[in-house]
Structures are given as C-alpha cells and as structure tokens.
C-alpha cells in the first residue's frame, strides 16, 4: 500500500473494519520491523487485502473490483508502460465511452491519476482493487502487451529466412514465458499455439474446455514457433515432418513439466504444449471419484496377485491418474514395479518407469519382453495399442504378474471385444481380465457460487433420472464468481463404470456375445453405469445436468 499509515489508519477506523487498539499494535509493529501498514494488516491477519481494498472504496465512495473476474480490455491495459504500473501499483482496465477506467491499488494516489491523465489523454475514473490482483493483472495484460509490440516491430523485416535470428529475440522469450506462466496459473492443462492465415491464435484448455485468450499477427509465428522448439530441444529446421520434444521450466518455484507436439499445417506449424502436472496427476485411489461400491470392487481387484485390469476411455479422459493411483495403492517395498509408457508422464518414486522411443526400436512390444524379463511382480503398459502388445500384456498377466493398462473404448464391456478385434485369442482374455474400468471427466461446479435451478420433469426424466427421485432433487449449475474465474467450474472430478468379470460374462464372451449382451449381464451382476453415477455427482451437486449432458452418454 503506497499511502502513509496514519491516513490509511483513519480511513479504515472509520469505516469500522478495525478498532484504535488494533491501528495502535500495527503502527507499533510498523515501527519496530518496517513496511507498510496494510502489509502489517494483512500479515497479522488483522485484514485481507481484499477487505482494506473494500473499505477504502467505500470511504472515498468508489467502485471495488474484483480483476479476477472483471473483463480487462487489453487496449486500455496496453496504455501505460510497465515500469510506471507496477512502480505505482495502476492498471487501465476498460473505458466508459471517453472516461479511461483505472483500477489502483491507493485511490488516495491523485498524483497517479493526473499523470495518467496527461500520458494518456483521457479523463481517468479510479476504482480500488487489491494490491496482488493489481501486480497480478500488469503482469497478465501489460507484459504480454509490451512483449508483443516488441515482437511485432522487430518482425516486420524479419522472413522465414532468418528465423532462427528471431527465436532468440529478447521479447519473443518474454512472450512465450508469459503464455507458459499465465497457462500454468489459470490451471490449464494444455496450451495451442494456432497458425492462421493472417494470424497466430493462441488457446487454452482450461477444465477439458478450449478458451481463446490471444490473437497475434502472423508475422510473429516465425518467432514463436523457433523459440518454442528450441525449448523443447526439436529440430527447428524440420517444418514438414511432426515432431515431439519436452520443456522442463519453473513457475512460482515450482518444477513444471510439459510435453511439446508439432503438427504442419498450410499456414505454418501448429504446437500443442501438454503441461504435465504431478500435484494433479498423484491422486490416491480415493480422491479419485469413485462411489462406494466401485471403491470396493477395485479395491478387490487391484490386490489380486495376478491378473489384468484395464482403463479405458478417449484421449483426456483421466486415464493415466487412474492408472497412477492404483499403482500408489500397490506400489510397496515387497513388490517390484515397472512401467512402459509412452512417454513416462510423471516420476513415481519406489517403482522403475521406461518410456518408448520408436526411433531406437523401442516399442511397447520389445519394452514389455524386456520388462517381463526383469522379475516384476507389477507392470503398467501406458497402452494397448497393437495386437502384438496387447497379447504379450494379457499373456504376462497368467504368468503371475498384475497387468494395468489403458485401452480406447467407449465403455468397460467393449474392452473385451476390443481385445478380441485385436487377435488376442477369447481363452487367453477370459483368463487373465479381471476387469474394466471406463470413465470420463466432467467440470465440478464451483462450490463457493453454484446455485440451484428450476429444471423441467420432463428433461429430468429424460436425462435419466426415475420419477420416485424427482421430490427431494435439487439441481445445481454455475454462476461464476472470482474463485473460479467467472466460469462457475472449478476443477475436473471422474465419472465411472466398472465392470468386474464373473462366470455368466466369460460364458457370454468365450460364445462370441457382442459388446451389447455382456453390458447386459455386466447390468444384471451389478454395474453401475457411467450414466447413473455422473447423475448421482448431480443429485450431490458436485456437477451440472449440462455438463453431464456434454460428457457422458
């Protein structure tokens, strides 16, 4: 807070949020360790700096935002230069017609407001914010900003000749850094730099959704794209061939992996950056979701000596924390553990991880036979993906070994058949599958804004639910406030079917029943579907009837 203390002390007796008592304490630790007193306050937990923020607007009868969810217009963030914002704690955030509108951190600043003025040309009209949602919005909009009117000054002489000159531009490095960062703050999960024609568009997936958050002129995609490579240690010279690579980098002290694809498209070539996040991906078996019953049955079935378990789901579905958290379950000093995959996502401490790289010849396939010769008593295949593998993975699974591995159905009866369609002969699978698992992921309501809505019977019944359930059922859906970003979700939650394998379903299988009938006799044993239970997530107001509507069938 850039205001003298005693000013500051006044304003806030005043407007009741602290007693002379508690300003008379701060003051005298302001004394005695230095700062400032609203960093007193806020450290002494006397306030937040949400609340000095509110106080103060009210006292001097201005507005207070919230810059995580206010709509920041980029054009007015892009106003000031960055040194002059951070040094006095401003941001322009928007415009009232001709009226420039600045968010502060001080509104006692008048200084700050007249040189705005005169730099900019407008009439100003403060509002309060905190302090860290100022430092954090400059460094979001005003950076970015800065570093791309670099980029695009210094790109209007440069051509496709000369990029590697322009991947180790200063302000390109700026960019590129502020998109990672920002990506990795906002909890994306991957981040798509777009070539277009006339442009480079840039998204995040954000909760397994795809949101825009910058357009650049594509004269900057030369750039980008060279210093992105150079990252991940690809070949920045090869622009027709697809390519993989791994950046490893650091965002608020914390190590961040991340997982770079290229892809050439006509208009130059597109990047995918997967950001691999291990405080996301080591969920124990019990975070993961699951209902009571399906607890129980995977419990059973994970501390069987032998035998394969398989997860399955499309791309993005959370298979591999499924996976991960079944081998923390297992994974103890008494059992040897090995995993393949492709490539290996997250380092699991007490097991040994091996990743395929087909450019030597190490496939699945070869790394599986090298993994079996190595006396496990645990083996994860990231996937099954080829006949060869899938029967050397369900082969080793009689040989006394414990098989987890991932498979691309839509459902868990279909992992059988899929098998099948694989040549993996049926008195193989029927012997070594103890089940399936498949699963989706679908947003979690933000539980500090979510609020209930009218939903006709006759959706209601059509999404599934029975007539007997419909008297006491709240359904609950976003809103949006500023834990979640305006969006009303908050983070991702699994949606399960588990299928264990019994006699009636190896009859079925081994007499070449169709997917259908052993979802059937699945049923009549006791699964529940996927459907049900993501609607048993809504009857708790975990998630939304629209968001089941969009993930699950």
């Known amino acids: 807070m850039n205001f003298k203390g005693d000013r500051l002390g006044e304003l806030l007796i005043e407007s009741g949020v602290i007693t002379r008592d508690q300003l008379t304490e701060a003051l005298a630790l302001q004394a005695r360790d230095g700062g400032r007193l609203g960093e007193v306050l806020v450290r002494t937990l006397v306030l937040t700096e949400d609340m000095i923020a509110d106080a103060l607007a009210r006292q001097k009868d201005l507005e207070y935002v919230s810059l995580l969810t206010y709509p920041i217009d980029r054009t007015a963030s892009q106003l000031l230069p960055e040194r002059m914002a951070k040094r006095r704690q401003i941001l322009p955030i928007g415009f009232d017609q001709d009226v420039l509108i600045l968010a502060m951190a001080n509104p006692l600043d008048i200084e700050s407001i007249d040189d705005v ?113 150079i990252m991940a240690e690809m070949d920045i010279a090869e622009r027709r061939l697809p390519q993989d690579g791994r950046i490893s980098v650091k965002v608020d002290e914390r190590a961040v992996d991340i997982r770079v694809a290229s892809l050439p498209t006509p208009n130059g070539e597109a990047l995918t950056l997967r950001i691999l996040n291990s405080e996301l991906a080591f969920h124990s078996v019990q975070q993961l979701g699951l209902s009571d019953g399906m607890m129980d049955s995977l419990m059973r079935l994970i501390h069987r000596p032998y035998g394969a378990i398989l997860v399955s789901g499309p791309t993005g579905s959370g298979k591999s ?40 010849g190490l496939s699945f396939a070869s790394g599986l036979r090298t993994v079996l010769r190595s006396d496990p008593d645990v083996v994860m295949v990231g996937e099954v993906r080829d006949p ?166």
Request: glycine share 6%.
């Open 117 to 229: 003025e005169m730099r900019t040309g407008y009439r100003v009209r403060a509002v309060v914010a905190s302090a860290s949602q100022v430092r954090h919005a400059i460094d979001k909009f005003i950076v970015s900003a800065d570093a791309l009117q670099d980029i695009v000054q210094s790109a209007k002489n440069v051509d496709e000749e000369i990029e590697l000159q322009a991947a180790d531009d200063v302000p390109i490095v700026r960019l590129v850094n502020q998109v990672i960062m920002e990506a990795v703050r906002e909890g994306a999960s991957d981040i798509h730099f777009e070539p277009e024609l006339r442009s480079l568009t840039i998204r995040y997936r954000v909760d397994g959704v795809m949101r825009k958050v910058m357009e650049l002129p594509s004269s900057v995609r030369p750039g980008v794209t060279s210093r992105i490579k």
């Open 321 to 360: 924390t499924t996976l991960y958290a079944c081998l923390h379950e297992v994974a103890d000093v008494t059992r040897k553990v090995i995993t393949i995959e492709d490539p290996v996502e997250y380092q699991m401490s007490g097991i040994t991880q091996m990743a395929v790289n087909t450019r030597i």
């Open 388 to 553: 060869e593998t899938a029967e050397i993975a369900i082969r080793s699974a009689l040989t006394g070994h414990l098989v987890f591995s991932s498979i691309h159905t839509n459902d868990a009866p279909s992992a059988l058949t899929r098998l099948t369609d694989m040549g993996v002969p049926q008195y193989i699978t029927s012997s070594a599958v103890l089940g399936a698992i498949a699963q989706r992921l679908v947003r979690a309501l933000c539980q500090e804004c979510k609020i209930s809505l009218r939903v006709p019977e006759t959706r209601l019944l059509a999404a599934g639910f029975s007539p007997d359930e419909l008297g006491d059922l709240t359904v609950w859906g976003p809103e949006g406030c500023e834990h979640c970003g305006n969006s009303g979700f908050k983070g991702r939650i699994g949606v399960f079917e588990l299928m264990e394998i019994d006699d009636a379903i190896i009859g079925a299988f081994l007499d070449r029943a169709p997917a259908e009938r052993l979802r059937e006799l699945a049923l009549e044993s006791g699964m529940i579907p996927m459907r049900q239970n993501a609607l048993q997530k809504v009857r708790e107001g975990i998630t939304s009837l629209d968001e089941v509507d969009r993930s699950v069938f």
